[in-house]
């Protein structure tokens, strides 16, 4: 499945950064089944001419590319000139940024966490007082959109800071479309649907899963992904939330009892291609290959939307929504990250901008492209490169709750840390009462 379509075309017909003159936009304004009545309006509305906007990123490489082909368009509408800079080590260098008093006007974070460490030092500003509002209308889950953008001021009062544009989904369950019609398996739409097809797969003399937890001296992280989408199919989003800080211990009963619907999956020997033994030593960039063997060595893999990097050239490979509990009524729950825009030295044109990524167009450029997600329901969908991200999209529009992995919202020690080696403990054998007491345990010590 191809991921990357016109990326090419993409990064050759962009500049290495500056204004782009409209002739050279990637589109061309009022062709296409863009929304381009939204980019006639702001423009109409907006006139920065002779005004400078900076915007400092993590995105290189092609990826800087593409965001340059989105913001040559707020360039044309207002007048203004952009200047982006894209670093690998943007975590670092917007600290140092702040702290020298030298900010871009807009800064991009790849994860709430430290948006909100520089939030309650007083270096970003508020959003307008209506952009809570507006994303509530107008972004599917809008209220989880919302919670994460929000965090403490200097003064401890909670504000948005944050706007998130740029989304990615990692409740997905890969297989291969010709194993399941071989076999005449359906799409299960409940948990307990896919459990039961579990148990199918195994009665058929199949094994139904390939898990993974490899990954050098990440190994464990793919298990942190399983509990957590665990955690949002057994618990409500608020004890999520307490549990990401730390407002409830990871010894809770609800977290253990997560904890443990992933282990019905990966320490049952029968549902996993090799047994519980090899799921901690498989290398999670393997592990789906099983889906494509003749005959299959297993039928699903849950893995976010990045795994088909790793697939075999023109695998035959499809996904699914990892499902809800029927029986415990939380919605359509979706794990995943994504990008946040702040305002890190506020102007007319940072809160120019902030209005343009309200835009459809300012989504719909993109998703033309390669590699988007949003979760901006006034986009059109039919714009996205492939089936494949309209598809993803679908489930993203479908979320009732969207919450950021849990693992990159705590700190480092554990979520990185104490999170991936206990749960390569748990993986093979050890109680997860006892893992989850040790994760604590550390977390306290940092507290």
């Given at each position: 499945?191809?991921?990357?379509?016109?990326?090419?075309?993409?990064?050759?017909?962009?500049?290495?950064?500056?204004?782009?003159?409209?002739?050279?936009?990637?589109?061309?304004?009022?062709?296409?089944?863009?929304?381009?009545?939204?980019?006639?309006?702001?423009?109409?509305?907006h006139d920065l001419a002779d005004q400078t906007l900076s915007i400092t990123g993590p995105w290189t490489g092609a990826d800087a590319?593409?965001?340059?082909?989105?913001?040559?368009?707020?360039?044309?509408?207002?007048?203004?000139?952009?200047?982006?800079?894209?670093?690998?080590?943007?975590?670092?260098?917007?600290?140092?940024?702040?702290?020298?008093?030298?900010?871009?006007?807009?800064?991009?974070?790849p994860q709430p966490g430290l948006m909100g460490d520089l939030a309650a030092r007083g270096e970003l500003a508020e959003m307008a007082a209506d952009t809570a509002d507006w994303v509530r209308e107008n972004y599917a889950a809008g209220e989880s959109w919302v919670s994460l953008g929000t965090a403490e001021g200097p003064d401890g009062a909670e504000n948005l800071y944050g706007f998130f544009y740029k989304v990615d989904v990692k409740s997905l369950v890969w297989y291969s479309p010709e194993q399941f019609d071989e076999m005449g398996y359906d799409i299960p739409e409940t948990m307990e649907e896919l459990i039961a097809l579990s148990d199918q797969i195994v009665a058929d003399g199949g094994?139904?899963?390939?898990?993974?937890?490899?990954?050098?001296?990440a190994t464990g992280w793919p298990a942190t992904d399983w509990v957590e989408d665990m955690m949002l199919r057994t618990q409500p989003p608020e004890v999520y939330d307490q549990w990401v800080a730390n407002e409830i211990s990871f010894d809770d009963p609800a977290v253990i009892g997560a904890i443990e619907a992933y282990g019905t999956f990966a320490r049952n020997d029968a549902y996993v291609a090799g047994g519980s033994q090899a799921v901690?030593?498989?290398?999670?960039?393997?592990?789906?290959?099983?889906?494509?063997?003749?005959?299959?060595?297993?039928?699903?893999?849950?893995?976010a939307s990045f795994i088909p990097t790793f697939f075999p050239e023109d695998a035959d490979a499809d996904f699914f929504y990892f499902p809800s509990f029927e029986s415990e009524d939380l919605g359509s729950p979706v794990l995943g990250a994504g990008t946040l825009f702040a305002i890190t030295e506020d102007s007319d044109a940072a809160r120019s901008f902030i209005d343009f990524l309200k835009t459809p167009i300012a989504h719909e450029v993109w998703m033309a492209q390669s590699g988007f997600l949003t979760p901006h329901t006034g986009v059109n969908s039919d714009l996205f490169a492939s089936a494949t991200l309209r598809q993803m999209n679908d489930i993203l529009l479908g979320a009732t709750t969207f919450r950021f992995d849990a693992s990159d919202l705590m700190p480092a020690e554990i979520g990185a840390g104490a999170f991936w080696t206990g749960m390569v403990d748990y993986t093979t054998g050890a109680d997860a009462a006892d893992v989850a007491a040790g994760i604590q345990e550390r977390w306290d010590q940092i507290d």
């Open positions: 499945m191809k991921h990357s379509l016109y990326l090419g075309a993409a990064a050759l017909a962009l500049s290495a950064g500056g204004a782009l003159a409209d002739d050279h936009l990637m589109f061309a304004p009022g062709e296409g089944a863009f929304s381009w009545e939204s980019y006639e309006a702001f423009s109409a509305a590319a593409l965001v340059e082909s989105v913001l040559a368009y707020f360039e044309a509408a207002t007048g203004a000139t952009v200047e982006y800079s894209g670093s690998d080590s943007f975590e670092q260098d917007i600290v140092i940024a702040t702290q020298a008093d030298s900010p871009p006007n807009i800064a991009v974070f094994t139904p899963w390939c898990i993974g937890l490899g990954s050098g001296a901690a030593t498989t290398d999670f960039r393997d592990s789906p290959a099983g889906l494509f063997s003749f005959p299959p060595e297993c039928y699903m893999h849950r893995q």
